[in-house]
């Protein structure tokens, strides 16, 4: 089932209001004792631990819950550290129809407190902490079902085995058994330990080994298959070490770890790790303490200090014989990270010449840009577009000739990465009077004319009403028959022809191109569906996910990588495709003299069913097909029309277009079968019935032998700030 998590505080604090008026329970964190109720609020917190949350529920009741999780100051946690409540989805031990991800902070936009409503069915729910190295925050809920009709809890009993001294203690080690009966009728349906009283529960499998040297309790209880759980039991015992001549302490070594400044400093945060051997009787025990007078703590995962300052971990290890090693200490400084510079650049324009008594500029205008940093970081750059076009670094003053309107759009970038919102300056340009904008029926400033998919060959230069050859095919409008769009692009052409903008030859070719087409057949044109027409409805019915973004513009393109950083695709979520045609048409846009870097995503699965990726982004990747945008001479292997980590295509095969240039684009999918066309050429062929696997292989690589799914979703990928592709016309037919 599709959780929306509802990050509501305000409306949790309601709900809960309301239960306690109505006199509804909640589940009490770390409340091992089903609570039979109609609705129903569960609560984990978290806190500075790393190793188990600070309150969960043990057990709920089959129905609508409201889960609450919170990892805040209120609840302990003094660092700002972010937990995740995760349920997991994969293992077939335990319940996977509740897919819950909750991302919690003290420094968020709810301080730390989330809410979500799911509905629980009777059975078992495993849920953990996904954040690296929390692994051991975890836990089981157990939800039994409403009208079940066993209420009795089961019975638990242990036993400690191990070969014994005269004093009774366990020499070397000790196992404990545990067994269990359910007298209710509803069945035994696990049992679980804990050793120590501030032991976490784990599921028993197997007789309890312990054999650290000292005093131990070992808890357990059993719980039922209607819900009931045992009153816990415990049992205690002494472990010596067997009789050895070891009289040699551990070896131990500690070493720092975290990102840290060339001064050696470490920003925010450092790791300590310990580690202890011993040849001898064996590691029994490994101690920290923080500051020269810290207390001593068992060491039992990497120690990781937040405060700002200098501080020395101390560390120390003993054997199974008793033997104690000397005290050792690591000392290094942690400081603050600088703030982050999150403000754009402010910019301005001036528009200089002379002008006429209307206001237009006679001959040319001398377009002037500037910016200032006030966030600290520093200008990195200025790009601009003239009318419409391509984004382009702004090195001087640009001069502007040609008679009509124009209008500039320019923006700025800081060394932070903080792009400036567009802003724009619109003037007229005349030569010895006004001269009115062109009315072109679309706007397309592809190098040659390509009508449909098919590339006439012929420069898609200006006519003598300032529109381009391809703007007046009109080859993007929905046409009702093949004849009538024939008839159209002759009219075009003969005009043309009179005009001397094309001549003989070139009449031909665009007539041949635009037969080929089949624009306005049955079966060419018809049954392709605009899933991005670029209006702002199309647009909001695309999800972003992971980093970076995509902007819509005026001209309705989209461009990515303009206003936040980082790796990640802008996906159509409203359904999947098997076999299909998907058309579009995308422009490099790249700052600069780099090229950017891109693709579209074809037959992935549905995003957030995938809780275990940190990255969704990383789903369509791993999961699903990347055909490659890409058209820079070095760098990535995988070229334009690649099928990315699959089927490599160089430049030589997909050809190359300036920046700043229009392409079509169709990825025809059919089976495992991938063909890609790049304005109406053929540049790729990619079948993967055979399981073709990643080149080099990837061991994270999730799919079946290489294989993909049969169909999925499609998406478009934003690589970055300087990766800036822009997209249009996004349709799709089903094959």
Known sequence: MTLLIRQRRVWAALLAGLLMTLGLQTTAAGQDTPSVRAAQVLTWTADDDITKYASAPATAVAGPATIVFENSAATGNTTGMPHTLTFVTSDPEYNSDVQLNILASPNDDQDGRHTAEVTLTPGRYLYHCTIPGHGEMRGVLVVSDAG??????????????????????????????????????????????????DGAWQPYTAPVVVDRVGDHTVRYRALDKAGNVS????????????????????????????????????????????????TGSGVNSIEYAIGSEGAWQAYTAPVMVHEAGTHTVRYRATDKAGNAAAEKSVEFTIVSAPPQDTTPPVTGVTVEGTKNSDGAYVGSARVTIGATDEGGSGVAGIEYSLDGGPYIAYTAPLTVDRAGAHTVAYRATDKAGNTSEPRTVSFTVVAGGGVPAPDCPEYDERLTVIVGTVDSGVPNRVTNNRCRINELIEDEKEWTSHALFLKHVKSVLDALLKEGVVDQREYNAITRAARQSGIGKPGQTEGYRKILDGSAESFARWEQVGGGSFALNADGSITSGTTKPGLGMLWFPERKYGDFSLRLQWRDDAPGTGNANSGVFVRFPWVHEHPEESRPEWVAIKYGHEVQVFDRPDGDMYKTGSVYGFDRVGLSGAGVTPKGTWNDYEIRVVDQRYSVYRNGVLINEFDNTGGQVFEPPRPDDPGTDGRRFASGYVGLQVHGTTDVVSYRDVRIREL
């Open 231 to 278: 009153a816990e039991k415990s049992v205690t015992f002494t472990v010596v070490a067997p009789p050895s001549d070891d009289s040699t302490p551990p070896d131990t070594s500690a070493t720092v770890s975290g990102e840290r400044n060339p001064d050696g400093t470490y920003v925010d945060m450092a790791t300590v790790t310990v580690t202890a051997s011993d």
């Open 148 to 197: 079940g009709d066993d209420t009795t809890a089961p019975e638990a009993t242990a036993e400690v085995r191990g070969t014994q001294n005269a004093q009774g203690q366990y020499v070397g080690s000790a196992s404990v058994a545990i067994s269990a009966t359910d007298a209710g009728g509803s069945g035994v349906d696990r049992i679980e330990y804990a050793v120590g009283a």
